[in-house]
């Protein structure tokens, strides 16, 4: 039988001697120590710091579950362009097969068949803007269950459309799905996942929104006639897997201590993180509030501290006769009050300095709330007037999510399969679905290695091998579109995705969260967010229109470009994040635009190229 939890393990490897609130808005309230203590939750003989925690089935599970809103967001993008020939009828065909109650296909234009893909990003853009309101007021999980109707939505009125703008409108319903999904999925596996599998895990949601593409590939080739409906509302069918399965997961603890909500955080916490001590990740989610948020939730936390040692400290002394000063509680932890003697107070790690005083704290005015409006936190953050100056890693972080939609790829994949129909005969578009299939699944072996490799590597090295090879796969295809033959430029296309996949596809998702306090977190996804989808609604508009010109075998000499100069950005600009504590990427990267490379010690005059420390 393992024994009870008692003075003799009050201190655990790895945690740090006290967890002050210092840092987090200087309360002076010592922060409790945490611990996963439960008899079916440990070994009592061993208490790793979390910070160090591996793999977690429980949190894999909760991730995959997130990453249905990936799917749906691929399947979403690709659905529409690779099944047109199925959809659509256009205004100068037959019309005999576009009336009824359902018909065969859809009347449109071209004009309007234009508006319906673009849509989607339109509607992206709302959900990307009005996510982060919604996520820092009803919480992470709760806001994807909820978004989970605008799939269901959108994927009902698709399916059952009869009209343009019957299908227009679901396209811009699903959307909004889009949009929120892209940020609040991301924000919210971020931050339940440990700090060295933060890499493994994020780039979960790049991998499920690759599989959803290529589902739409398949589909567009096998299915035909009404078919189609059922395939468009697949988004309703992965949405309501959500729904049943999502609310058995717990919340972000990051969310609930920034909601006050202090009980749950930790039992939260305890089950993402079971097994292990999480005395110092639970200060540094105190620790990365804002100075209003900080001293409310801790506040909070002592008073509730308080409460429970007064009611276990009462029920201890009745029953044994011990010391009402001291206590052993299950989930928190030893305890001590002020009058504890010296000794007691050194095996413990928390101190109350005034019951009075933590009441007054607790008391402050409801304008102290953690919850603020996104938007003017966005405006603050921008300008730099934000507890720490995070305008270096804005601009990181809005150049790498530019660079996902700049770099080209997406052209050959959602814009009619274009260039692979320079390459074969516009009269048999089965080669041409077949070409994108292989490049989607060119892709998957790249996501695999994405996830297995970037938390070894790190984000940097794969983002310079990613955008090297796609500047190289660029001059490839460039030449091939300019002298042939035309097998060099479906090689360099398949290359081209592979590379991409590997790095600028899985990172930028994932790299905001990571690099970014939690108190500005949601504003920080929801600018990279809202410009991912602005860029897709001006590439929806400017790319077709460069296609249809003479100008279309000049595109990827623009491309390449790009990736050229996006290289350039990373090596002198971007930081590395992989196993490294949010507040250090802060701390160190903080302030106006500055340089990350160093030179390498002991008077060479060789840069090192690498991130600065």
Known sequence: ?????????????????????????????????????????????KFQDSRDA??????????????????????SLGIAGASKLTICLFQDEDTSSSVGEFPKHILFSESSWSVAIGILSVG???????????????????????????????????????????????????????????????????????????????????FALMLGILGTQIAAVLVNHMQWRAVVAIPGLLSLIQIA?????????????????????????????????????????LASLDSSASNATMATLATTITTAADGVSS??????????????????????????????????????????????????????????????GMWQMICGRTRDDLRHLIVCNMAVMCLQQLCGVYVVLFSDCSLAALLFDPESPLPTRWACIIACVAGIPAGILCMFKVDTL????????????????????????????SSLVMASMFLCYFVFN???????????????????????????????????????????AIERSSLSQWLFVIYGSISALGFLFVVLFVPETATRATADIVKEHSGSMHFVIKRRPRGSSQFFIGDRR
């Open 315 to 376: 029920s201890s002394s009745s029953s044994s006769g011990g010391s009402p000063g001291k206590f052993a509680h299950p989930r928190v932890g030893c305890l001590s009050q002020s009058d504890a003697s010296a000794e007691d107070a050194s095996d413990s790690e928390v101190t109350v300095k005034s019951s009075a005083a933590m009441k007054a704290v607790a008391a402050k005015p409801a304008a102290d709330s953690p919850t603020r409006k996104s938007v003017s």
């Open 458 to 485: 790190g984000r940097r090295p794969l983002l310079l091998i990613s955008l090297g090879g796609m500047c190289a796969c660029s001059a490839l295809i460039s030449v091939g579109l300019f002298y042939g033959p």
């Open 245 to 285: 399965m999502l609310p058995l997961r717990v919340e972000s603890p990051s969310y609930l201590i920034k909601a006050r909500h202090v009980n749950e955080a930790r039992h939260a916490l305890l089950k993402l993180r079971s097994g292990f001590d999480v005395t110092a990740e639970w200060q540094e989610c």
């Open 1 to 45: 039988m393992l024994p009870r939890f008692g003075k003799a393990h009050s201190r655990c490897p790895g945690a740090k001697p006290r967890a002050t609130a210092g840092n987090g808005g200087g309360s002076g309230l010592t922060v409790p120590r945490v611990f996963a203590v439960d008899l079916h939750d440990v070994d009592s003989d």
């Open 502 to 544: 590997m790095g600028v596809g899985a990172i930028p998702w994932f790299y905001i969260s990571e690099c970014t306090p939690a108190y500005a977190r949601s504003a920080m996804t929801m600018l990279g967010c809202s410009v991912y989808w602005c860029l897709s609604i001006v590439i929806g508009l400017v790319v077709p």
């Open 54 to 75: 591996g793999f977690s089935s429980y949190v894999l599970t909760t991730v995959l579950l997130v990453s249905l809103s990936a799917m749906c967001i691929g399947w």
């Open 124 to 206: 992206g853009l709302v959900g990307a803007l009005a996510s982060g309101i919604v996520a820092d007021s009803i919480g992470r999980r709760n806001t994807l269950v909820i978004n989970n109707g605008f799939f269901l939505a959108g994927s009902v009125w698709m399916g059952t459309a009869t009209t343009a703008v019957h299908f227009s409108l679901g396209r811009f319903v699903m959307g909004i799905g889009c949009g929120v999904a892209s940020n609040v999925a991301n924000t919210f596996v971020g931050e339940i996942s440990p700090i060295g599998w933060r890499g493994f895990y994020g780039a979960f949601f790049h």
